[in-house]
């Protein structure tokens, strides 16, 4: 069976027993496979637990590495990958923090830290931003990339990520309903122009920010919606198809350009 690639859009969870209850029911909509080999890889939102309570931001980041130790336990039992950020203490301040906990490593990995935080809501007078790049992350030959929200509105960061060489790009989010019309687009762009897989979770239902709008969903390459959620709670999942993404760079490749060059700076500040 294929390696699936899924969403367990969810609303924000403060309760971890309610988290792990979501993610149960999401695990059952990712197929068997043959012994040994991860199944799949499960995104969630932005912040899933917690959400953006700044109230309480440090005792939010102070449960991080327990939960990690909680998820990468259920990613090994089930042998499933799952990728979402969350608070994050990084010593010298907190960040928004993607992780991926994948069911063959020894532990949690943080993939990346969001760099483009969102002004609106003054992001960067609670979260430091991210100092390097995103790192590219293999499970069973596919090659994912990473963004969280806001910086999907940031093809360099993709274009940078994708010169490394990226099949699938994991994005997370607290979208908000009022700006609906902007995010599928966004998304469809970044997974044309990269000529990628682009799977999106983003959480649903009523936040202290606004509402959510749902809308989770799996790219194309060559910009087909493959599954798309409504605006509740809701699991969705379909098939890697390395056919579909080889074939979609045979025509032509929109990757990298002659005339502008990416020079893969080691840090982008």
């Given at each position: 069976m294929a390696f699936q690639l899924g969403v367990c859009q969810t609303p924000v969870v403060q309760k971890r027993g309610q988290l792990m209850a979501q993610l149960a029911k999401a695990v059952q909509t990712l197929p068997d496979n043959a012994e040994g080999a991860?199944?799949?890889?499960?995104?969630?939102?932005?912040?899933?637990?917690?959400?953006?309570?700044?109230?309480?931001?440090?005792?939010?980041?102070?449960?991080?590495?327990?939960l990690l130790a909680d998820l990468h336990g259920f990613a090994q039992e089930h042998r499933v990958a799952l990728a979402g950020s969350l608070w994050e203490?990084?010593?010298?301040?907190?960040?928004?923090?993607?992780?991926?906990?994948?069911?063959?490593?020894?532990?949690?990995?943080?993939?990346?830290?969001k760099q483009h935080l969102f002004p609106q809501t003054k992001e960067e007078d609670h979260f430091l931003p991210g100092e390097t790049p995103p790192t590219p992350y293999e499970i069973e030959g596919i090659r994912f990339g990473f963004a969280i929200c806001f910086e999907i509105r940031f093809p360099e960061l993709f274009r940078h990520q994708n010169s490394l060489g990226v099949d699938c790009f994991v994005v997370s989010s607290q979208w908000p309903l009022k700006r609906l019309m902007h995010i599928t687009p966004l998304l469809r762009a970044r997974a044309i122009e990269n000529q990628c897989f682009v799977l999106s979770c983003n959480g649903c239902g009523w936040t202290p920010l606004g509402e959510l709008?749902?809308?989770?969903?799996?790219?194309?390459?060559?910009?087909?919606?493959?599954?798309?959620?409504?605006?509740?709670?809701?699991?969705?999942?379909?098939?890697?198809?390395?056919?579909?993404?080889?074939?979609?760079?045979?025509?032509?490749?929109?990757?990298?350009?002659?005339?502008?060059?990416?020079?893969?700076?080691s840090r982008v500040s």
């Open positions: 991860v199944r799949g890889l499960l995104a969630l939102p932005e912040i899933f637990y917690g959400g953006f309570d700044y109230a309480h931001s440090r005792q939010w980041a102070d449960k991080t590495p327990s203490d990084g010593g010298s301040g907190l960040y928004n923090a993607m992780y991926m906990l994948d069911p063959k490593a020894d532990a949690p990995v943080c993939v990346h830290r709008a749902g809308h989770s969903c799996l790219i194309s390459p060559w910009g087909e919606l493959l599954f798309g959620c409504h605006d509740e709670d809701e699991n969705r999942a379909a098939a890697f198809d390395r056919a579909m993404l080889e074939r979609s760079r045979r025509l032509f490749n929109t990757r990298s350009s002659p005339f502008y060059p990416l020079d893969n700076p």
